[in-house]
């Protein structure tokens, strides 16, 4: 098997246990809302989310395909395991990128925190009473595995694959017959930005399950999930994908573990 391949076929295994992992956490957020439709229909939570699991399951195999294809194409690294690809070299100094990675990860989600606390949750009072009662229900760990599915899964998609795709779409529209050059620094930064917002954007169904998306609710999804995608995307694009997922994954520490323990330590 060829290295690529082999690490087509690592991101799709672990973007399995990602979408595994984060079954607890989501059934927890939703329970409410689905009580309704498992009691019509005699189902229960799990069979939901094994139903999930596998609808996710089938969905990653173009997802990782396409985006492999399309960060090839364009330059970016999407190396996770002891396979080289073609392209792509071994950094220098990587122990000390990842660790800066992670460290970017962590800030971006303090921000992300004292974003909301300041700006949104002022003006969206009932916010406060939803997490109290998913803390009530939500042990530490629902949260603490999460974070493989954020840092995963939603790198797989929103950065492998969206991306890489943005960036070679804008590449060959800004640079026609230059299709096999590097693509420009605007043409990754838009690529960057529109998959950020994007990122936020796809949190806007579970968004709009919890509270109705008013302006100020839509934009707080949108913003805050920007925060941290910009930053993924940014390491994506100038270090790979390994880069993007520590520091996503070290955001979601910071927001799924550390602030509910925080909350649950409060009261």
Same mark, same amino acid.
């Given at each position: 098997?060829?290295?690529?391949?082999?690490?087509?076929?690592?991101?799709?295994?672990?973007?399995?246990?990602?979408?595994?992992?984060?079954?607890?956490?989501?059934?927890?957020?939703?329970?409410?809302?689905?009580?309704?439709?498992?009691?019509?229909?005699?189902?229960?939570?799990?069979?939901?989310?094994?139903?999930?699991?596998?609808?996710?399951?089938?969905?990653?195999?173009?997802?990782?395909?396409?985006?492999?294809?399309?960060?090839?194409?364009?330059?970016?690294?999407?190396?996770?395991?002891?396979? *080289?690809?073609?392209?792509?070299?071994?950094?220098?100094?990587?122990? #000390?990128? +990842?660790?800066?990675?992670? %460290?970017? /990860? !962590?800030?971006?989600?303090?921000?992300?925190?004292?974003?909301?606390?300041?700006?949104?949750?002022?003006?969206?009072?009932?916010?406060?009473?939803?997490?109290?009662?998913?803390?009530?229900?939500?042990?530490?760990?629902?949260?603490?595995?999460?974070?493989?599915?954020?840092?995963?899964?939603?790198?797989?998609?929103?950065?492998?694959?969206?991306?890489?795709?943005?960036?070679?779409?804008?590449?060959?529209?800004?640079?026609?017959?230059?299709?096999?050059?590097?693509?420009?620094?605007?043409?990754?930064?838009?690529?960057?930005?529109?998959?950020?917002?994007?990122?936020?954007?796809?949190?806007?169904?579970?968004? *709009?399950?919890?509270?109705?998306?008013?302006?100020?609710?839509?934009? #707080?999804? +949108?913003?805050?999930?920007? %925060?941290? /995608? !910009?930053?993924?995307?940014?390491?994506?694009?100038?270090?790979?994908?390994?880069?993007?997922?520590?520091?996503?994954?070290?955001?979601?520490?910071?927001?799924?573990?550390?602030?509910?323990?925080?909350?649950?330590?409060?009261?």
């Amino acid at each position: 098997m060829s290295p690529t391949r082999k690490q087509t076929l690592l991101l799709w295994l672990l973007g399995l246990v990602g979408a595994a992992a984060v079954l607890p956490y989501a059934l927890a957020l939703q329970a409410e809302q689905l009580a309704p439709v498992l009691k019509k229909h005699g189902l229960s939570l799990w069979t939901i989310g094994f139903l999930g699991w596998l609808q996710h399951a089938v969905l990653l195999i173009p997802v990782v395909l396409i985006g492999m294809w399309a960060s090839q194409k364009v330059g970016f690294s999407a190396t996770l395991g002891p396979w *080289r690809l073609e392209h792509e070299k071994r950094p220098a100094h990587l122990g #000390r990128s +990842l660790a800066s990675a992670f %460290v970017g /990860g !962590v800030a971006a989600g303090v921000v992300v925190v004292v974003l909301d606390r300041s700006v949104f949750q002022p003006g969206l009072p009932a916010l406060q009473g939803i997490e109290h009662r998913f803390l009530s229900r939500a042990p530490i760990w629902y949260g603490l595995l999460a974070c493989l599915y954020g840092s995963i899964n939603e790198e797989l998609v929103v950065r492998l694959f969206l991306m890489s795709l943005l960036a070679l779409g804008l590449r060959y529209v800004a640079t026609p017959e230059g299709w096999d050059r590097p693509p420009q620094l605007w043409v990754v930064w838009l690529a960057n930005v529109l998959s950020a917002l994007a990122f936020g954007a796809l949190h806007l169904p579970a968004a *709009r399950a919890l509270l109705p998306l008013e302006a100020l609710w839509v934009a #707080r999804t +949108l913003l805050l999930n920007a %925060v941290v /995608g !910009v930053l993924c995307g940014y390491l994506y694009a100038r270090r790979g994908l390994l880069h993007a997922m520590l520091a996503h994954g070290a955001a979601d520490l910071v927001l799924h573990v550390f602030v509910p323990w925080s909350q649950a330590w409060e009261r």
